[in-house]
Each structure stands twice: as structure tokens, then as C-alpha cells.
């Protein structure tokens, strides 16, 4: 199926890699108007047709900007996926003030703000959707991972509480819940998880696949980037209407396992 998100207007940020790269990428496969950010310039170039500008959604001018620019260049705004994120490998005691600042202006103060933000712009529009980006770590604890865990669960309860207090203004809010993508946060992570065990990044990834091992994944394989994107897609098209709230888990069986 194709054009489920025709006529509408997005704005998608950390478009441009990972992720968000394959979420704008469908989105505007499917119709949609799309507006991305990211702090540096897209290393590929993004596809014709696809608005971009660089922003910081840990400042608030920056935040302030973002939605400006998108009133100005898309004219409305019917969908907000909050998908920028950034990761910190350390356990509580590890991690500096620099570290909560950095990580949590980001994963929580940055999805708050941009929801303040566009809420009242598709209320005033008749309604709009929004979708964040959260992790099966929000639910579980990944060792080592002591403030994204935290900052993901941060995110799953803000989301409830959007689908609940705006719901009747037309707005839903939901998180999709990734298990491993590979992209640059995950490499990161796994060439640590690595580096710690003095283990070969390949043995790291036999552990994700190899049912004989505790931690495999029941899939045995790895979650794509388009399968996240595929995710949203149905979230904000007609089909996802009654989708409230939820924490959309896509992780291959590996927290039912
Ligand atoms: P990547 O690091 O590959 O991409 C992150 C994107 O966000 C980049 O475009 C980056 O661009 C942008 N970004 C980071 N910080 C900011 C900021 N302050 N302002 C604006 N843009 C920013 O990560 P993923 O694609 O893996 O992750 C995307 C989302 O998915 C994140 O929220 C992550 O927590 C979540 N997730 C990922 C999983 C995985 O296995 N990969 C699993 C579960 C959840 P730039 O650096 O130029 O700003």
C-alpha cells in the first residue's frame, strides 16, 4: 500500500541517519510533507523533496526554531515523531552531571519540549499524531545504560500521559519500543559491550543470534530500520486511529523471551 500519509505534514527529527533516516525516507514515500533536524548536516544527502535544517532539540531557541520553520515551510503540522536520541554506557555511579545534562536534555527534556510545542499547533488544527521513540530498555534494565534506561522510561510514562490528557483534542500519542537496530548508537554499544568482556565485536553479535545463549534474540536477527519505519507509518495512518497510548514493543521476541 502506498499514499497512507498523503496530504499530511511532518516533522521527524534525527532524520538524518539511523532511524529517523529510514522513517523520513518512508514517510515521504508515502505522501507525506516531511521536515527533519539533526545537529550536523546529513553525511548523505537526503532525498529530493525532503526539508531538513540543523537544530538542537536540547535548546529551547533551537526547539523554538524548529517549530517555526516547520509552520512557515510545511504550513501545518499533522505528525511529530520524536526520535533524536543519544546514549551513555555507564551505571549510575560512572556517570558525570555532564552526563545527565547531555543525555537527558536530549532523550527527555527535548521530546517534552517539542510536545509543548506542537501540541497546541494540531489541536488548533483539528488533531495530529505523535509518536516517540522509546526502548525495550524503558521496561528492562540494559546493564551499563543507567540514564538512557531511565530516560526511555521517562518517555514511555510522558507519552501515556499525552494520550490521556489530549486525546480529546484529536491528538494521539503513542512509543514504539525498538529491540537492537543496527546504526551508529548500537555499533557503540556493542564494540563496548566488546571491549569490556575482551570479547570480538563478532563474538558480541553470535550472543544476539545464537539461540544456545541466554541473551539471544528469538528472531535471530537483528530489528531493520525499516521495520521501524513501518511501525509508524501505521501509527499515524487511518488504520492506527485507535492506537492510544501504547508502547508499540518491536524487538524479534527478545523481551518475551
Ligand atoms: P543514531 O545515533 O544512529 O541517530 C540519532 C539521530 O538523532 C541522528 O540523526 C542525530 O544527528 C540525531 N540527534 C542526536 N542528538 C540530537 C539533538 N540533540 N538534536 C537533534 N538531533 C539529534 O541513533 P538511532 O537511529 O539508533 O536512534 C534513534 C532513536 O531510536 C533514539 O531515540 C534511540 O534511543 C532509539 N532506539 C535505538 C535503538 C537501536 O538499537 N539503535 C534501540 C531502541 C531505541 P546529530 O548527531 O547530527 O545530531
Not at 209 to 232: C, G, N, S, V, Y
Amino acid at each position: 500500500m502506498s499514499g497512507q500519509l498523503k496530504n499530511k505534514a511532518a516533522v521527524i527529527t534525527g532524520g538524518s541517519r539511523g532511524i529517523g533516516r529510514s522513517i523520513i525516507e518512508l514517510f515521504a514515500r508515502e505522501g507525506a510533507q516531511v521536515l527533519t533536524c539533526s545537529r550536523s548536516e546529513p553525511k548523505d544527502p537526503l532525498p529530493q523533496g525532503i526539508s531538513s535544517l540543523t537544530a538542537d532539540v536540547s535548546r529551547s531557541d533551537e526547539v523554538k526554531k524548529l517549530a517555526g520553520e516547520a509552520v512557515s515551510r510545511l504550513g501545518k503540522v499533522d505528525i511529530l515523531v520524536n526520535n533524536a536520541g543519544v546514549q551513555v554506557e555507564k551505571t549510575v555511579v560512572d556517570s558525570t552531571d555532564e552526563d545527565f545534562e547531555t543525555l537527558m536534555g536530549v532523550n527527555t527534556w527535548g521530546v517534552f519540549a517539542l510536545c509543548r510545542e506542537f501540541i497546541p499547533l494540531m489541536a488548533g488544527n483539528g488533531g495530529g499524531t505523535i509518536i516517540n521513540i522509546g526502548s525495550i530498555s524503558a521496561d528492562h534494565a540494559d546493564p551499563s545504560m543507567a540514564l538512557y534506561n531511565a530516560s526511555k522510561a521517562f518517555v514511555h510514562g510522558l507519552t501515556r500521559s499525552i494520550a490521556v490528557d489530549h486525546g480529546h483534542q484529536g491528538i494521539r500519542c503513542n512509543a514504539i519500543c525498538p529491540g537492537t537496530v543496527r546504526t551508529n548508537m548500537s555499533e557503540h554499544r556493542i564494540e563496548a559491550f566488546a571491549a569490556e568482556r575482551g570479547a570480538t565485536k563478532e563474538e558480541v553479535l553470535d550472543t544476539y543470534i545464537d539461540q544456545k545463549l541466554p541473551h539471544h534474540q528469538p528472531m535471530r536477527r537483528f530489528i531493520t530500520a525499516e521495520e521501524i519505519a513501518a511501525a509508524a507509518v501505521y501509527l499515524c495512518s487511518d488504520a492506527g486511529a485507535a492506537m492510544r497510548g501504547a508502547a508499540f514493543t518491536i524487538d524479534g521476541g527478545w523481551l518475551t523471551r
